[in-house]
């Protein structure tokens, strides 16, 4: 069932979860993902990081709604993000990419935190586009060059600042 201004949600969390709700192939299985994930996570493919930032990021803008709770969507419970079209699929086959996602260790958590916020920020503020995570993905891929070597850059001036008060020790 689809979320109809006014009207309580048709689908229960349980049947979102467990993939009988109407969708693509292996789309709607959160059971079927998350053993993906599992093998992606353990050959190494993809990053942890990457998939725990998207979670985190959707669930943060996911409560910011709950706080402001204005409309229907807003009102969602947060983890119904996770659950509904294909949040967990983006997140797992899609945002770890390792080609286009970002490379550093802290680059990959603002990355994915960014693409969790933005699909579900694309899903409440935009009803007329109900799945954001593509668009989300697909915008952060544009970013993470730029997030790496902001994430970079911080790091040599960080050792650069920790270099110069090395020195005033040793001539002091």
């Known amino acids: 069932g689809q979320l109809m201004a006014g009207q309580p949600l ?18 709607t299985s959160v059971p079927a993902i998350l053993i993906g994930a599992l093998l992606l996570i353990v050959t190494g ?10 979670i985190v990021g959707g669930g943060a803008m996911g409560l910011l709604f709950n706080a402001i709770g204005a409309n229907d969507y807003m009102q969602l419970p947060f983890y119904y993000h996770y659950l509904m079209g294909g949040f967990m699929f983006g997140c797992v086959f899609m945002a770890t990419d390792p ?22 920020l694309l899903r409440v503020l935009n009803p007329a586009y109900p799945e954001g995570m593509m668009l989300s993905i697909l915008l952060m891929n544009c970013f993470a060059p730029l997030i ?20 005033r020790r040793m001539g002091a």
């Not at 689908?11 to 192939?25: H, K, V, Y």
């Not at 040599?156 to 090395?166: D, N, T, V």
Request: net charge positive.
């Open 10 to 27: 048709q689908t229960s969390a349980l049947d979102m979860f467990l993939g009988t709700i109407p969708g693509s192939t292996c789309e």
């Open 45 to 54: 493919v993809a990053s942890w990081r990457t998939m725990l930032a998207v």
């Open 99 to 120: 080609v286009t996602s970002a490379q550093t260790n802290c680059g990959k958590w603002i990355y994915g935190f960014l693409i969790g916020a933005f699909a579900v």
């Open 148 to 167: 790496d070597h902001c994430v970079v850059a911080a790091h040599i001036r960080k050792r650069k600042r920790r270099w110069l008060q090395a020195e």
